[in-house]
């Protein structure tokens, strides 16, 4: 009761609508999602989709059950995680180390500059070949196109984020004395903090597109090579079932992402 009343009437009534509409959105979240489910089981079942080609929520569930039970599916899950988490930690290490040395070096950054336009521009998959020839058809080459699909947006989000910090800022550190590295410690790196977190949030997505896109082209395990070999024997159900746990782990992740984000939030707060 004591904090309430530390409040005046129309604070609480806005922090209680502010809940309120997150409560809301929530909801309606999750009743779109279901309705979508049920709209889709209830198509499949009436023949209106043919549920062969598109599969239905039962179908999906069940398959996920058997391959749990019967084909070491938790293997695969394992495998593709594996290959995600440490191409996204790397493209993420990497590409905030090379931006560090962008900011501090100008002329580095101008010399480097088109070098990354381009690798950025390049389609990633056109250097499967050679990845495959260079890593081998394993984990390696997997992790590694993981890895170059996220370092140049990491290394390009968290650069921009950098140079965007306030100059006068920058300026009336120098005039205090500050030295270009206590700069960076003490301005920079802090006052990019939102940056880190949006590239934290777009890596995830990319780590997942490379791991997959490895598996595509030389896995023997993994969802990415279930989901090749069900489209090739036409087992659609297991290509459904693969690609929705696909979106689960992905979605998990991202929420791991901001929840660092609120914890964040609430260290700079305190």
């Not at 070491?72 to 899950?77: D, G, K, V």
Request: proline content about 3%; glycine content about 8%; some cysteine.
């Amino acid at each position: 009761m004591k904090k309430n009343n530390q409040y005046s009437k129309e604070r609480i009534k806005y922090l209680n609508g502010i809940k309120k509409n997150k409560f809301i959105i929530i909801f309606w979240r999750f009743a779109l999602l279901a309705l979508m489910l049920s709209l889709w089981e209830i198509f499949a079942n009436a023949g209106i989709i043919d549920p062969f080609i598109t599969s239905s929520p039962s179908r999906i569930a069940i398959t996920v059950k058997n391959l749990f039970v019967n084909d070491n599916f938790a293997y695969h899950i394992g495998i593709t995680l594996y290959e995600t988490i440490l191409g996204f930690i790397l493209a993420v290490g990497i590409g905030y180390i090379v931006a560090l040395i962008l900011w501090w070096s100008e002329k580095t950054r101008k010399v480097l500059e088109p070098y990354i336009v381009v690798l950025n521009s390049l389609p990633k998959i056109a250097l499967g070949p050679i990845i495959i020839i260079w890593f081998g058809s394993g984990e390696k080459a997997i992790i590694f196109m993981a890895f170059i699909i996220g370092i140049v947006v990491a290394i390009m989000t968290m650069l921009n984020g950098f140079l965007a910090v306030d100059k006068n800022k920058i300026l009336l550190l120098k005039s205090f004395g500050a030295n270009k590295f206590q700069i960076l410690l003490k301005l920079v790196i802090p006052g990019s903090m939102p940056s880190l977190i949006s590239m934290l949030k777009i890596s995830v997505g990319m780590a997942w597109i490379g791991s997959i896109m490895g598996e595509y082209l030389v896995s023997r395990a993994g969802l990415g090579y279930l989901i090749v070999y069900g489209g090739q024997v036409f087992k659609l159900d297991l290509v459904m079932a693969s690609t929705v746990v696909l979106c689960v782990l992905a979605t998990l992740m991202y929420v791991l992402v901001a929840l660092l984000e609120k914890f964040i939030i609430k260290y700079k707060a305190a």
